[in-house]
């Protein structure tokens, strides 16, 4: 591909090689720049072979490795310094130049405005827009660089199960703390009680309450979005272009459903038989569905992971089996699970029972299916089907219910941020939760690359640890809790049953109450008791409330002094 121009002095191409580094000589460029690791591709000429080539020619070269997604300050502050010492035109390449030309953008954003920047990419060919939140930030910065806004101890961003939990818990310790909370949203929301709603077991209301409701009397709220993270400035930018100062952050700030993602499916959702507890609104359809079905086809859908709670695609679907065999049409339903993973849960212990009633209720698995297309007025779901032999296939099912899960991705302001890593998931460590390259941050819940099950009951777990390593960080100390990945997924497999699923790490088993009183592997009333009866009020009263019953967190052990040899 011939290079696109995005200013007289910077262009940006796909990958080169020996030919394209002397077309780049004759095209009068003064210094090729690589921001694509070696690696990534077989055939791919290394860094080292075409700065040695451009070297021949009497070219500069510098090498800055960029993974898709993570672009770092140091990395941004490396390309300001190779644009400003090329002494000409430059030419960025990657794998398809996007890299090239956002690196060139974020070098750019203290000498132009977000606007500009993004117009000569869009001029290019290139859509930085995801990127806006970061201009933004580091034009902030340069624009005011003596800014002196009130500095917080504590800057929460989120409003939701983690980040409530933990400011609960930093206050339950220390009420003196200046803490401010970043959450628009005018309502928080139960979210694990959906499952139960779309079972006719709670009702709607009782799983959303105002967010002042949950808010702690001693925080400042501040009712809008984060825009950008200027992490090195200890700074978030608001979506009204103002900023906040912190000395701690807290990064809480959820994943994004991308509906959009499956074409067809969010124009279908709330009609025509497609629904989704994943949604507030859509949790009561899901039981109007159920509770009138008659005798045809229902699919249930599970998308590739991670996801929030990743048994919520199949409790619904045992409950609504349950339903239809209370009413006798069961035995005529065809009901289909169409799994984009290859197995029915991810820790292997709690399979057995789950498979009792897969077969009980006559459940077709579908593993390696993924759903990607909605046809609502015609009842038709695309399903893409992965071979033994690698190769796909699509197929369509109609159906007269069908259960979507969305896929589930960062927020984009987290994935365009500094604090992202591979993915666009927050890097932290998954011990500590602090963040792997800017101590004075912590992040926690749907948020973060930590490997644990995303859960309510993750962030109950997680948040204590948080609030005390916060507090240590604040002192000058290391970090003193530590979180062992623990998640919980009490799987509804009928109403009035639960196998109630408790893992950490790695899938280790982490039952919360010996197996004398209650066996998780086995399909249990007490389960379903806690389920229906305990867990909602622990929820409002005891986690957003800074209670931590049966969460305490674990310190972290010393290290053990070596043997003299």
């Known amino acids: ?73 140091a990395d941004v502050r490396r390309m300001r310094k190779a644009l400003d010492e090329a002494g000409g035109p430059v030419l960025g390449y990657c794998r398809s130049g996007t890299r090239a030309a956002t690196l060139w953008a974020l070098a750019e954003a203290d000498r132009r405005s977000p606007d500009d920047i993004l117009a000569l990419a869009e001029r290019a060919g290139f859509d930085l827009s995801a990127q806006r939140g970061r201009l933004v930030a580091a034009a902030s910065q340069a624009v005011r660089p003596g800014l002196s806004a009130k500095i917080h101890d504590v800057v929460i961003v989120g409003g939701g199960a983690a980040g409530i939990a933990t400011a609960a818990s930093l206050l339950k310790r220390r009420p003196s703390l200046d803490i401010a909370i970043v959450e628009p949203a005018e309502c928080h929301y139960y979210q694990p009680g959906w499952t139960m709603v779309g079972a006719g077991v709670f009702k709607p209301d009782t799983t959303r309450v105002p967010m002042g409701a949950v808010m702690p009397d001693r925080v400042t709220w501040i009712r809008q979005a984060a825009a950008a993270f200027a992490p090195e400035a200890k700074e978030v930018v608001l979506a009204d272009g103002s900023t906040m100062r912190y000395r701690i952050l807290v990064a809480a700030p959820g994943l994004r459903l991308a509906w959009d993602d499956i074409p067809g499916l969010a124009e279908a959702l709330g009609q025509n038989g497609v629904t989704s507890n994943y949604r507030y609104d859509l949790a009561p359809y899901t039981f109007r569905l159920a509770s009138t079905m008659k005798p045809g086809r229902a699919l249930f859908t599970q998308p590739a992971m991670p996801i929030k709670c990743a048994g919520a695609p199949q409790k619904a679907m045992y409950l609504s089996c349950d339903i239809w065999r209370e009413a006798g049409i069961l035995p005529r339903m065809e009901v289909e699970f ?19 009633y897969v077969e009980r209720y006559g459940i077709g698995l579908n593993f390696g299916s993924t759903l990607v297309g ?7 779901a695309t399903f893409e089907r992965k071979n033994a032999d690698g190769t796909a296939e699509r197929v369509e099912r109609e159906f007269d219910m069908l259960h979507a899960v969305p896929p589930q991705k960062p927020l984009e302001v987290m994935a365009a941020s500094p ?37 309510a009951a993750a962030a109950r777990k997680q948040a204590p640890v948080v609030a005390v390593n916060v507090l240590a960080a604040l002192e000058g100390r290391a970090p003193a809790a530590q979180y062992d990945g623990y998640g919980s997924c009490p799987l509804t497999v009928e109403r009035g049953k639960i196998v109630l699923a408790e893992f950490g790490y790695g899938g280790t088993l982490l039952p919360t109450f010996p197996r004398w009183v209650l066996d998780g592997t086995r399909p249990t009333r007490l389960a379903w008791f806690l389920k229906d009866r305990m867990l909602p009020p622990i929820y409002w009263h005891a986690m957003l409330k800074g209670r931590e019953w049966l969460c305490r967190p674990d310190p972290i052990a010393p290290a053990k002094p070596q043997e003299a040899a």
């Not at 992202?420 to 819940?445: K, M, N």
């Open 338 to 356: 169409h799994n984009a993973g290859g197995v029915l849960f991810g820790v292997p212990t709690y399979v057995p029972a789950l498979m009792e």
């Open 1 to 73: 591909m011939p290079p696109k121009q995005i200013t007289p002095d910077f262009s940006a191409t796909t990958q080169i090689d020996a030919v394209g580094v002397a077309q780049a000589e004759a095209a009068g460029f003064k210094t090729i720049i690589c921001t694509r690791p070696d690696g990534e591709e077989a055939a791919q000429p290394s860094a080292a072979d075409i700065a040695q080539l451009a070297a021949a020619l009497g070219m500069g070269f510098v090498h800055i490795p960029i993974t898709p997604g993570t672009f770092g300050d």
């Open 374 to 380: 909605v046809d609502g007025a015609s009842g038709t």
């Open 419 to 455: 604090l992202a890593g591979a993915g666009g998931w927050i890097e932290v460590d998954p011990t500590t939760l602090r963040h792997t390259r800017y101590p004075d941050i912590f992040a926690l819940g749907d948020a973060t690359n930590t490997p644990n099950a995303k859960t």
